[in-house]
């Protein structure tokens, strides 16, 4: 599976911003999707967690309420829209598929994407 970001950047904290990862090599109905993002210096973190078919999402209490993850099984894409954005939201932001149900364990996701940088200035 091939999984490319894209729609990151850098703006002011309140902003939003909406990421999106394109899959391929899959039947992309058949994989939970998640996001993570790493800052400089800290691990990795689960943000949102979206089922196969769409209908179960889970979400980090950091973002939940600010951020809304979605997918598109007609285009192999899935979404993560990020509303007031804060400074502390700085980090790559990677997506990452598996063939489970869903998982906010990075080390159960086999597929990821390569990465984009979100940043947002004070």
């Known amino acids: 599976v091939q999984l490319v970001e894209s729609g990151g950047g850098l703006v002011q904290a309140g902003d939003s911003l909406r990421l999106s990862c394109a899959a391929s090599?899959?039947?992309?109905?058949?994989?939970?999707m998640g996001w993570f993002r790493q800052a400089p210096g800290k691990e990795r973190e689960f943000l949102a967690a979206?089922?196969?078919?769409?209908?179960?999402?889970h979400y980090a209490d950091s973002v939940k309420g600010r951020f809304t993850c979605s997918r598109d099984n007609a285009k192999n894409t899935v979404y993560l829209q990020m509303d007031s954005l804060k400074p502390e939201d700085t980090a790559v932001y990677y997506c990452?598929?598996?063939?489970?149900?869903?998982?906010?364990?990075?080390?159960?996701?086999?597929?990821w994407g390569q990465g984009t940088q979100v940043t947002v200035s004070s």
């Open positions: 979206i089922n196969g078919s769409g209908g179960n999402v």
């Open positions: 090599g899959r039947t992309f109905s058949n994989l939970a």
């Open positions: 990452a598929g598996a063939e489970i149900d869903y998982s906010r364990v990075r080390y159960e996701y086999d597929y």
